[in-house]
């Protein structure tokens, strides 16, 4: 038997809860600060949160090459069929 109640789990318990989304006017706010804030904790992390110029190189080059792997997908898809 399980003598441990912490690894036990019941019918009656959520395993994993689900976050209640509410629709308001603020909603589009608070996504916003919420990137803002993410996307300033990767900057810290890269340690480049303080020149935007390294910001730059490294989104720019993050973005063009997800765009070309997109780009030869899609192109690759119509020539040759999915």
Same mark, same amino acid.
């Given at each position: 038997?399980?003598?441990?109640?912490?690894?036990?789990?019941?019918?009656?318990?959520?395993? $994993?809860?689900?976050?209640?989304?509410?629709?308001?006017?603020?909603?589009?706010? $608070?996504?916003?600060?919420?990137?803002?804030?993410?996307?300033?904790?990767?900057?810290?992390?890269?340690?480049?949160?303080?020149?935007?110029?390294?910001?730059?190189?490294?989104?720019?080059?993050?973005?063009?090459?997800?765009?070309?792997?997109?780009?030869?997908?899609?192109?690759?898809?119509?020539?040759?069929?999915?």
């Amino acid at each position: 038997m399980i003598k441990n109640n912490v690894i036990r789990i019941n019918n009656r318990s959520i395993v $994993a809860p689900k976050q209640k989304v509410i629709r308001n006017k603020n909603n589009s706010v $608070a996504m916003k600060k919420v990137l803002r804030q993410r996307f300033e904790r990767m900057n810290y992390w890269l340690g480049i949160d303080g020149c935007i110029n390294s910001q730059i190189w490294f989104y720019g080059t993050f973005g063009l090459a997800t765009f070309m792997l997109t780009f030869t997908y899609i192109i690759s898809g119509i020539l040759f069929g999915f």
